[in-house]
Each structure stands twice: as structure tokens, then as C-alpha cells.
């Protein structure tokens, strides 16, 4: 097999395919803000990069977060909640 990049990246015959992980979610993660102390720990256990950091504060982008809760169980404050995703 022969690759056109060094990247190791999901391309077809129509060309690179963007692979909506958040699709695949049974789970939300639910950051309280309140209770977040801004450590990072979230963002660098992600999988996946769909913690975000902005003006000092973490938000959680859904598009590609597919639920798996490894940010939840790293949490150091238990900041982030699981709840079940609505329809599926």
C-alpha cells in the first residue's frame, strides 16, 4: 500500500473523509464551571482534543467528543458530570 502523506489519514477515492466522532456518543461530559478549577487535566487526557481553553476557562466541543468519560474520571474535582445523550 502506497501513502500519499506521512500522516496516517482516512482518505478515500473522494479524498480526506472528516470522521464526526461526536456522532458516536451515548454520554455527554457536562463541565461545571463553578466547580472547575482550570486545571487542565481534562485537555490533556482527551483523546480526541475536544477540550477546549479560552480566557482561562475549559469548554467541551461537542463535535468530536464521542462520550468515552476519561475526562470525567481524570477530573481532580469531579467537574464534569456524564449524562446520558437525548435520542440515542
Not at 456522532?23 to 482534543?49: F, H, K, M, S
Request: include cysteine; hydrophobic fraction near 30%; aromatic fraction near 8%.
Amino acid at each position: 500500500m502506497e501513502f500519499k502523506s506521512e500522516y496516517i489519514v482516512p482518505v478515500g477515492a473522494d479524498g480526506i473523509h472528516v470522521l464526526n466522532t461526536g456522532d458516536w456518543r451515548t454520554q455527554r461530559p457536562v463541565l461545571d464551571q463553578e466547580t472547575c478549577i482550570a486545571c487542565g487535566t481534562c485537555l490533556l487526557y482527551c483523546p480526541v482534543n475536544s477540550i477546549r481553553r479560552a480566557d482561562g476557562t475549559f469548554t467541551i466541543c461537542y463535535d468530536y467528543c464521542k462520550g468515552c468519560g476519561i475526562c470525567a474520571h481524570e477530573c481532580p474535582k469531579d467537574a464534569i458530570t456524564m449524562i446520558p445523550e437525548e435520542g440515542k
